[in-house]
């Protein structure tokens, strides 16, 4: 089933969906709540949803981002799912580590790896 947001491109595989990042900068405020509501959709589309996030593009993310991945990881866990993150590169990961996002959040080097998790 691949789908498409501009942003986005999500396919399934397996019982996994599959989201990859296209854009370098998620930074613009409608952009990310265009990411934001199809991210929820789609977590409400499956039940439970098992869900990876493959960041292997993006190279900066606002806090407004982030915010919006706290609401989804909320979500999946509240359907009972499972939300994994991949390719995030090293200096994302360090706002991750500084906010102490990296305990709340399943996060893998790769997208493999981010399946394993959450099947």
Do not use: C, W
């Not at 491109?9 to 989201?19: F, G, T």
């Not at 199809?38 to 990876?52: T, Y």
């Not at 009972?80 to 994302?92: V, W």
């Amino acid at each position: 089933m691949p789908d498409t947001l501009d942003e986005l491109d999500i396919n399934k595989q397996d019982e996994v969906i599959l989201v990859r990042f296209r854009d370098r900068k998620i930074i613009d405020e409608l952009q990310i709540q265009r990411i934001g509501g199809r991210l929820q959709e789609l977590a409400l589309a499956e039940r439970p949803p098992k869900m990876v996030l493959d960041f292997a593009a993006v190279e900066y993310l606002s806090s407004r981002a982030l915010s919006e991945l706290i609401s989804l990881n909320r979500q999946v866990d509240q359907r009972s799912g499972r939300l994994a993150l991949a390719g995030i590169h090293p200096p994302i990961f360090e706002v991750f580590k500084i906010t102490r996002l990296n305990k709340v959040f399943r996060i893998e080097n790769n997208v493999e790896a981010a399946i394993k998790v959450v099947t």
